[in-house]
């Protein structure tokens, strides 16, 4: 089955800094990839789709300029958390949807730890 | 706006129950729905995907069903074994301009040796 590759796995960053994640779909292009924020012991929440060539589109709630995503290719996706706090420690994870009837497909998550 | 919700939130079963796991959505015009697993600090894994149109789908000890009109759908699994403890996630894909994944609130499983 197709294959997304999300890089780095996990990552402990100093408040105030800033930390990117990447999102790559192995074996297939995809316009469209969308990222997903889980707090512990919660279900999945969408933060934002991310468009090929084009401005992200955002969920009610989440801060665009905090959480920024670039798709500058069809197989790359990155967010970006700028200035980060302790309570964007949070699970992050991508998906990429399959063409026509075919299922989404998951990137291995991030685990994102802000001290 | 879709709302997905799982019952049981937790659930404990000794080792070779049969046991079934709810999934509830209020939005029917749905493209198809799939089921996931999830174990702690990891990321997914697909089980299921049902397609709008079909009724169930079936893959080893898993069945899922569909009932698009009421909206609900349950994962059945035979036979339980302490591997298959972990969260369970049904998420419901709408398609077309807003082809993404609605979440359940997931159903915490505990298979007990």
């Known amino acids: 089955g197709a294959v997304v590759s999300q890089h780095p796995s996990w990552v402990i960053c100093k408040s105030g800094t800033s930390v990117k994640i990447e999102c790559r779909s192995l074996?297939?292009?995809?316009?469209?990839m969308f990222w997903y924020r889980q707090f512990p012991k919660q279900s999945l929440m969408l933060m934002a789709t991310?468009?090929?060539?084009?401005?992200?589109?955002?969920e009610q709630g989440v801060e665009k300029d905090k959480f920024l995503i670039n798709h500058a290719s069809l197989t790359l996706s990155t967010l970006t958390v700028t200035s980060a706090h302790p309570e964007d420690s949070s699970f992050y994870i991508c998906?990429?949807?399959?063409?026509?009837?075919?299922?989404?497909?998951f990137g291995q998550g991030t685990r994102l730890t802000v001290v | 706006k879709q709302e997905v919700t799982q019952i049981p939130a937790a659930l404990s079963v000794p080792e070779g129950e049969n046991l079934v796991l709810n999934c509830s959505f209020t939005?029917?015009?749905?493209?198809?729905l799939q089921w996931f697993r999830q174990d702690p600090g990891k990321g997914l894994t697909s089980l299921l995907l049902?397609?709008?149109?079909?009724r169930e789908q079936t893959s080893g000890r898993l069945n899922a069903s569909l009932d698009k009109s009421s909206g609900r759908s349950t994962l059945y699994i035979a036979a339980s074994q302490p591997g298959d403890s972990a969260t369970y996630l049904c998420?419901?894909?709408?398609?077309?301009?807003?082809?993404?994944?609605?979440f359940g609130t997931g159903t915490l499983l505990a298979v007990q040796p």
């Open positions: 998906s990429a949807p399959g063409q026509g009837e075919s299922e989404a497909f």
């Open positions: 074996d297939f292009q995809a316009t469209t």
């Open positions: 991310s468009n090929e060539g084009s401005k992200a589109t955002y």
């Open positions: 939005d029917s015009a749905i493209y198809n």
């Open positions: 049902i397609q709008s149109s079909q």
């Open positions: 998420a419901v894909r709408r398609g077309g301009a807003t082809n993404k994944l609605i």
